[in-house]
């Protein structure tokens, strides 16, 4: 099993940015696929981009282009630097592992970091 613990979120303003930050509680380079998911009151959760070990990356439509996923294997961390935030990208933002396409690997999901963007 591993845990995650999210940080780096916060109130910012439209067209701001946030850096978040994923520490793994053990090593992930045996983790293929890590991913940043997100989850806005009301809705369900949705995988926001993900990242493999060769360092190919896919994003949700919505954040293409304004989003970018990072990891670091050696500080077993995963990273999402977003950028041009709008009211929409409002949400808990979670990381884990991905199974395939967009299934989390493992049921045991952090607290989480909130994201919210306001004027």
């Known amino acids: 099993q591993v845990q995650f613990v999210e940080s780096g979120g916060g109130l910012v303003q439209p067209g701001g940015s946030l850096r978040l930050s994923c520490a793994a509680s053990?090593?992930?380079?045996?983790?293929?696929?890590m991913g940043w998911y997100r989850q806005a009151p009301g809705k369900q959760r949705e995988l926001v981009a993900r990242?493999?070990?060769?360092?190919?990356?896919n994003y949700l439509d919505s954040v293409k282009g304004r989003f970018i996923i990072s990891r670091d294997n050696a500080k077993n961390t995963v990273y999402l630097q977003m950028n041009s935030l709008n009211p929409e990208d409002t949400a808990v933002y979670s990381c884990?592992?991905?199974?395939?396409?967009?299934?989390?690997?493992?049921?045991?999901w952090g607290q989480g970091t909130q994201v919210t963007v306001s004027s």
């Open positions: 884990n592992g991905v199974r395939s396409g967009t299934v989390p690997i493992y049921d045991y």
């Open positions: 053990r090593n992930i380079a045996s983790i293929y696929t």
């Open positions: 990242i493999t070990n060769s360092g190919s990356t």
